[in-house]
């Protein structure tokens, strides 16, 4: 099973900023470290190009948003600080999700250790989010012939309302998007299926939620690739959470998703998306919960077409 990463282009935050960049260097090196079989193949993507970019967003804003050139409201409302070295990792943690929705359509299932950027628009960003890579990475397999119809499970812990909103008007992308009712952000985008809890919500009120969804998600979207938010941030710990799944709730969300993806034969790309648990290696224990139960799967799923 094919992994991507981009950890390795890292960016300037300052101290004690909470957005946990150490996360995703430390899922790779625990993936390194695992007795894994079948293996996981551990690949740098090609960066996002303009062209790739610019099918989800608009001009002005890429533009602005590489040359530095964003105003100090757009750049707060982004929560991290610009540099040349963020914009350089944006382009490769998309074209990791790119890469693995090529991957997931040659060989069942693949995974990007990073993308879930739910929160970015067509002109702006927010939520540590600057590219939505969900939708721009739907948009490369359309363009290159691969598929013409997705549906995202976004299982971050946070409305996913960027991509609802860039596919609102496009029957091609069916959005599913099941988090907290009372979490960021303060105004919910209308997705195509959206399940909002209650604060508090633990594993069993949470899969039986979850499960619902899935089977009318994948009944009315009709698609060729699921790409999955595997969001760690619906833990009891994290710091950003609402809800209070248990790490054992969250191995079997991952088993639901996969195993619904894997019983109708439809690939699937998993994204790491959110985590902001007190204690990094929490949430690190998640996301390497999430890879480990994708590659004992991967033996058994069915090619595609």
Same mark, same amino acid.
């Given at each position: 099973?094919?992994?991507?990463?981009?950890?390795?282009?890292?960016?300037?935050?300052? /101290?004690?900023?909470?957005?946990?960049?150490?996360?995703?260097?430390?899922?790779?090196?625990?993936?390194?470290?695992?007795?894994?079989?079948?293996?996981?193949?551990?690949?740098?993507?090609?960066?996002?190009?303009?062209?790739?970019?610019?099918?989800?967003?608009?001009?002005?804003?890429?533009?602005?948003?590489?040359? $530095?050139?964003?105003?100090?409201?757009?750049?707060?409302?982004?929560?991290?600080?610009?540099?040349?070295?963020?914009?350089?990792?944006?382009?490769?943690?998309?074209?990791?999700?790119?890469?693995?929705?090529?991957?997931?359509?040659?060989? #069942?299932?693949?995974?990007?250790?990073? $993308? /879930?950027?739910?929160?970015?628009?067509?002109?702006? #960003?927010? #939520?540590?989010?600057?590219?939505?890579?969900?939708?721009?990475?739907?948009?490369?397999?359309?363009?290159? #012939?691969?598929?013409?119809?997705?549906?995202?499970?976004?299982?971050?812990?946070?409305?996913?309302?960027?991509?609802?909103?860039?596919?609102?008007?496009?029957?091609?992308?069916?959005?599913?998007?099941?988090?907290?009712?009372?979490?960021?952000?303060?105004?919910?985008?209308?997705?195509?299926?959206?399940?909002?809890?209650?604060?508090?919500? /633990?594993?069993?009120?949470?899969?039986?939620?979850?499960?619902?969804?899935?089977?009318?998600?994948?009944?009315?979207?009709?698609?060729?690739?699921?790409?999955?938010?595997?969001?760690?941030?619906?833990?009891?710990?994290?710091?950003?959470?609402?809800?209070?799944?248990?790490?054992?709730?969250?191995?079997?969300?991952?088993?639901?998703?996969?195993?619904?993806?894997?019983?109708?034969?439809?690939?699937?790309?998993?994204?790491?998306?959110?985590?902001? $648990?007190?204690?990094?290696?929490?949430?690190?224990?998640?996301?390497?919960?999430?890879?480990?139960?994708?590659?004992?799967?991967?033996?058994?799923?069915?090619?595609?077409?």
């Amino acid at each position: 099973m094919k992994a991507y990463y981009s950890d390795t282009f890292a960016f300037p935050l300052p /101290g004690k900023h909470r957005f946990p960049l150490g996360k995703y260097g430390l899922l790779r090196q625990a993936i390194a470290a695992a007795q894994v079989i079948p293996s996981i193949e551990l690949l740098i993507p090609e960066p996002a190009s303009d062209e790739q970019i610019l099918r989800a967003h608009d001009e002005d804003y890429w533009q602005r948003l590489r040359s $530095g050139q964003l105003t100090p409201k757009e750049i707060r409302r982004i929560g991290l600080p610009w540099s040349q070295e963020l914009v350089l990792r944006a382009r490769y943690s998309v074209g990791g999700t790119i890469a693995a929705c090529r991957a997931a359509l040659q060989e #069942g299932i693949a995974i990007n250790l990073a $993308g /879930g950027t739910h929160h970015a628009f067509r002109d702006h #960003g927010q #939520g540590y989010c600057l590219l939505n890579d969900t939708v721009i990475a739907c948009r490369a397999m359309q363009a290159e #012939g691969r598929a013409n119809r997705f549906v995202v499970v976004d299982c971050d812990v946070h409305q996913g309302n960027g991509t609802a909103a860039l596919a609102a008007d496009d029957p091609t992308i069916f959005t599913f998007s099941i988090h907290s009712e009372s979490n960021f952000p303060l105004h919910k985008e209308q997705s195509d299926l959206d399940i909002a809890l209650p604060d508090g919500t /633990g594993d069993l009120e949470y899969l039986e939620a979850l499960e619902a969804g899935l089977r009318q998600a994948l009944a009315f979207a009709g698609a060729d690739l699921a790409l999955y938010l595997a969001g760690a941030d619906p833990h009891e710990e994290d710091t950003l959470g609402h809800l209070a799944l248990t790490k054992a709730g969250l191995a079997e969300r991952d088993r639901l998703v996969l195993e619904h993806c894997r019983r109708a034969r439809l690939p699937v790309a998993v994204l790491m998306a959110g985590g902001y $648990g007190r204690h990094v290696e929490d949430t690190v224990d998640i996301h390497l919960q999430t890879v480990l139960i994708a590659a004992e799967l991967a033996a058994r799923w069915p090619l595609p077409h």
